[in-house]
């Protein structure tokens, strides 16, 4: 149970936080070392006991991260055995080894053992993960002799908390110039690229090591900012895209990260404030774009239309507000009734009409050159098949152009081909081919109700459509009502669905993304303390419904559901309607 370390932000595994030792610390942030009392390695001590008793000694100040002895032994090697923890006044910190097997003692801040050596992509990723799995959620992590300018962006996102300089100081003594593109030898550069104080010391041309150092904590500390500011934004992550390109290893550790899929997706929200660039070829495996792929095969059911018509996707988003959606809109007319259009896009592959105002799809942007590569085909092309296995359509029409055409049609899709565009050709071509293909085709439910369906199914799991639009529904704007005209959910522009009361009821027998709280009416937002259980499926963002034997609510999660059991600090769910049972 942490007394001292509090979330208060996510994007992804990093994090933003407070420590609270003699001044409230915000992380990410560099620690230093008059902010410690380490005990020491036992192999200081004649023997453990005396180890301990010292430690014991130290443990009564507080204010300070109190880190209590430990087996430091190098990174390859197992620490041959546990040191009892000593319980201390203030915020206290326990030193876990990559290879330790036992789930380490309830603590503030944990630190990585032998960090300094984790430079192999494999054993930092792996050792960051493993660790960041063992402890608490509410506990921060401590990474020490290990951040530079070029990496501390990738260890946020990794899940590190807390670093520190040792690294670029000791680098900075031997005559390594460390900015964010990298490290140099200083007596190679002709002229310092930095207008840094260090750097423009009278006479200074990194001849004083000294001064080095000074340069490259400096720039560390540039860096944390910036760091921090990305994931205030929701942006970390195609910052981390970016910065891997300084090293090859960088790189390895992000595409090794993000084969750790469920370590990511359990820490990552269902949406951000911020516009999602895929910029680079792991954007392919982001988990938004995964999750998003994945939720439209297996939650998302189309409507039972006769026809399917495939079209490109547009810069802007939504798609709908685009030049070139608009004038397919106009052309297609009342044929719009007795057809279902499905976007194909680079990186999310399929994108329903309905779901286009989704996190990410609603706001996402890509490099385009009209150029596919093997990688992006496969991925768009898997899953149309998928798609087409589980939603039957008598016809298609593929309104498509270019290399996008040529890779659907050399697939065998049997399909009517209008050649893409928006020239009055290509648009006389369009509507030619849907109105003889919805000649006979039945007409589809309002496109508002579709969409309530289709966002229900997606954000709650297939059958709540079904539940939350049981009987006599209408839509009145943006609002799902019953027939009695009790407001059930309404459509959000962020293309969630906001629950009223009545609607969460609906939901309820199913089980799912649901927050279960002790007995008490919540005042305000719920804490994690006061959560007993919780949809392990709940991530931050997540519309939830809120249980208690006093209480019934809705709101918007802030931690995942796991976290909120798990967690003893921060706020679990933000309470939008709650009334007293």
């Known amino acids: ?190 002229e310092l690229p930095c207008r840094c104080p260090c750097c423009r010391a009278p006479d200074q041309s990194g001849s004083d090591p000294k001064l080095v150092a000074e340069h490259n904590l400096l720039k560390l500390e540039e860096e944390l900012l910036l760091v921090r500011e990305m994931v205030r934004a929701g942006t970390i992550r195609e910052y981390v895209e970016r910065q891997v390109r300084v090293a090859p290893e960088e790189t390895t550790a992000l595409r090794l990260l993000d084969q750790e899929h469920e370590y990511l997706e359990r820490r990552t929200p269902v949406h951000r404030r911020s516009v999602m660039y895929a910029n680079s070829a792991e954007s392919l495996h982001r988990v938004e774009v995964t999750r998003f792929a994945q939720r439209v095969l297996e939650r998302y059911t189309a409507p039972e239309s006769d026809v399917l018509l495939l079209l490109p996707c547009s810069a802007r988003k939504p798609y709908s507000t685009s030049r070139s959606h608009r004038l397919f809109a106009m052309t297609l007319g009342q044929t719009r009734r007795r057809l279902h259009e499905l976007i194909l896009t680079s990186p999310l592959a399929l994108v329903p009409r309905e779901l286009e105002e989704v996190y990410p799809a609603a706001s996402y942007d890509v490099p385009v050159t009209g150029r596919w590569d093997r990688e992006e085909r496969d991925w768009i092309l898997t899953n149309l098949d998928s798609y087409l296995e589980r939603n039957c359509h008598k016809r298609i029409v593929a309104h498509l152009d270019g290399e996008l055409r040529e890779m659907v049609e050399d697939h065998g899709i049997d399909a009517v081909y209008t050649g893409g565009g928006t020239d009055d050709g290509a648009l006389t071509r369009l509507r030619e081919a849907v109105v003889e293909a919805t000649r006979d085709a039945r007409s589809l439910e309002g496109y508002q109700i579709q969409k309530f369906r289709a966002l229900a199914d997606y954000h709650f799991g297939i059958g709540a459509a079904t539940a939350l639009l049981a009987g006599d529904v209408r839509v009145k704007g943006r609002e799902l009502q019953s027939a009695e005209r009790k407001a059930l959910a309404a459509l959000t522009p962020k293309g969630t669905i906001a629950l009223s009361l009545e609607g969460a009821r609906r939901l309820v027998p199913r089980g799912r993304y649901i927050v279960e709280i002790g007995d008490f009416l919540p005042r305000g937002d719920v804490l994690a303390p006061g959560v007993i259980e919780a949809d392990d499926q709940i991530r931050p963002g997540d519309e939830v419904i809120v249980k208690g034997e006093a209480a019934f609510g809705v709101g918007k999660a802030r931690m995942s559901g796991w976290e909120m059991v798990e967690s003893t600090r921060g706020i679990a769910v933000e309470l939008r309607h709650v009334e007293k049972i």
């Open 1 to 190: 149970m942490t007394r001292f370390f509090e979330v208060t932000d996510r994007d992804g595994p990093a994090r933003i936080g407070r420590l609270r030792l003699d001044e409230t610390i915000e992380t990410p942030a560099i620690i230093f070392r008059d902010l410690i009392d380490y005990a020491g390695p036992i192999w200081d001590f004649p023997s453990i006991d005396e180890a301990l008793e010292a430690g014991a000694e130290i443990s009564e100040k507080t204010g300070k991260i109190f880190i209590g002895p430990y087996a430091a032994v190098p990174l390859h090697t197992e620490p041959p055995f546990a040191i009892p923890m000593i319980p201390a006044q203030g915020p206290s910190g326990v030193v876990v080894h990559p290879l330790t097997r036992e789930r380490p003692p309830a603590s503030d801040v944990y630190v990585v053992g032998a960090a300094g050596s984790l430079r192999n992509p494999r054993e930092l990723v792996g050792a960051i993960t493993k660790i960041r799995k063992m402890t608490p959620p509410d506990s921060a992590l401590y990474a020490p002799a290990l951040a530079t300018p070029a990496n501390l962006a990738l260890l946020i996102y990794l899940g590190v908390d807390l670093v520190d300089g040792t690294r670029v100081v000791v680098d900075g003594l031997l005559g390594r110039y460390h900015l964010r593109d990298g490290v140099w030898p200083v007596e190679e550069l002709k």
